[in-house]
């Protein structure tokens, strides 16, 4: 990890408005991550979200994603043949299916689904196994991890929602666990929300912000920490009807919580109510140690590394 810290240094840290609501005031719940790259967890005044405040600024957070986050993050430099190596990511991907089925969200015959943060492709590519008669698209914003998998599968891969080809709506569309990622939530349900043609479905999943407990919970990949109250009102906010949301546990994922929704045939909803569990979540935020063993566990284990 000292490169992911190293590749921060020297980048400011800014304090962000509340992604949720726009407010500027904000409190202090945490300080420091679990990776000792200076990253604060706020929450907003106004409407009780938890997120990353102050961080980095969006240019070098996409930049991140683009270029270090698959290698410097995730332990993984080469897409090719991941899903082997990673077994996680085939157990993850069956899982999906299946749920995706049994909550009635994946389309008949000829149907659309797109990806969003498809990462190496283990979803899209089992899908496509299971389903061929389905028609799959992805958006990745890591450059190789993009090409590797369209050339492989010939499953189009655009590096981000507005580079879809113009017009192109799907009956599903799926962020698992990318949400919490994204420097403006809203604006990236919005985005989503708009790929959706009439009868279409967006099926969000992200760590529930009820069960963070560890140090290890925020880091700087997790940008945004919701709760089902503030991932419902992300949706609502962002122009789309919520069907519902719950709290689950799938396999090799923190407690999770998923939400499905709709396009909105009503009018636009502006107006963020706060979490009515908002204290509750201060007050767990504030109870986690800040993880000091943690950090120097690694670092040894780096430099035994060094030195075989
Ligand atoms: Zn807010």
């Given at each position: 990890?000292?490169s992911?810290?190293?590749?921060?240094?020297?980048?400011?840290?800014?304090?962000?408005?509340?992604?949720?609501?726009?407010?500027?005031?904000?409190?202090?719940?945490?300080?420091?991550?679990?990776?000792?790259?200076?990253?604060?967890?706020?929450?907003?005044?106004?409407?009780?979200?938890?997120?990353?405040?102050?961080?980095?600024?969006?240019?070098?957070?996409?930049?991140?994603?683009?270029?270090?986050?698959?290698?410097?993050?995730?332990?993984?430099?080469?897409?090719?043949?991941?899903?082997?190596?990673?077994?996680?990511?085939?157990e993850?991907?069956?899982?999906?299916?299946?749920?995706?089925?049994s909550?009635?969200?994946?389309?008949?015959?000829?149907g659309?689904?797109?990806?969003?943060?498809?990462?190496?492709?283990?979803?899209?590519?089992?899908?496509?196994?299971?389903?061929?008669?389905?028609?799959?698209?992805?958006?990745?914003?890591?450059?190789?991890?993009?090409?590797?998998l369209?050339?492989?599968?010939?499953?189009?891969?655009?590096?981000?929602?507005?580079?879809?080809?113009?017009?192109?709506?799907?009956?599903?569309?799926?962020?698992?666990?990318?949400l919490?990622?994204?420097?403006?939530?809203?604006?990236?349900?919005?985005?989503?929300?708009?790929?959706?043609?009439?009868?279409?479905?967006?099926?969000?999943?992200?760590?529930?912000?009820?069960?963070?407990?560890?140090?290890?919970?925020?880091?700087?990949?997790?940008?945004?920490?919701?709760?089902?109250?503030?991932?419902?009102?992300?949706?609502?906010?962002?122009?789309?009807?919520?069907?519902?949301?719950?709290?689950?546990?799938?396999?090799?994922?923190?407690?999770?919580?998923?939400?499905?929704?709709a396009?909105?045939?009503?009018?636009?909803?502006?107006?963020?109510?706060?979490?009515?569990?908002?204290?509750?979540?201060?007050?767990?935020?504030?109870?986690?140690?800040?993880?000091?063993?943690?950090?120097?566990?690694?670092?040894?284990?780096?430099?035994?590394?060094?030195?075989?």
């Open positions: 990890m000292q992911l810290r190293r590749s921060f240094d020297n980048q400011p840290l800014v304090q962000r408005s509340c992604p949720l609501c726009g407010e500027r005031a904000q409190r202090l719940l945490l300080r420091g991550d679990r990776d000792f790259i200076g990253i604060n967890t706020s929450q907003c005044s106004a409407c009780g979200f938890v997120f990353s405040s102050p961080h980095y600024p969006p240019e070098v957070i996409a930049e991140f994603y683009r270029e270090r986050y698959r290698s410097l993050f995730k332990g993984q430099s080469d897409p090719r043949g991941l899903a082997l190596r990673q077994t996680y990511l085939g993850r991907a069956e899982f999906y299916i299946e749920f995706l089925g909550e009635g969200l994946l389309p008949g015959s000829g659309t689904v797109l990806d969003v943060g498809c990462g190496e492709g283990t979803l899209l590519r089992t899908l496509h196994a299971r389903r061929p008669d389905l028609r799959l698209a992805g958006v990745e914003p890591t450059v190789a991890f993009a090409r590797h369209a050339e492989e599968t010939g499953i189009p891969i655009a590096p981000g929602l507005d580079e879809l080809r113009d017009g192109a709506r799907f009956d599903l569309v799926t962020l698992v666990h990318v919490e990622h994204v420097h403006d939530p809203v604006a990236l349900l919005r985005q989503a929300g708009a790929r959706l043609g009439p009868e279409g479905h967006l099926y969000v999943d992200v760590p529930d912000l009820a069960w963070h407990s560890s140090i290890t919970d925020l880091h700087i990949a997790h940008c945004s920490h919701f709760s089902r109250h503030t991932l419902s009102a992300a949706l609502t906010r962002a122009g789309l009807e919520v069907v519902r949301a719950v709290q689950h546990r799938p396999p090799t994922l923190p407690p999770s919580i998923y939400a499905v929704a396009p909105r045939r009503g009018g636009i909803v502006d107006v963020v109510q706060a979490d009515p569990e908002r204290d509750a979540h201060a007050v767990r935020i504030r109870s986690i140690e800040p993880g000091e063993p943690n950090f120097w566990a690694r670092e040894i284990r780096a430099q035994l590394g060094r030195l075989k």
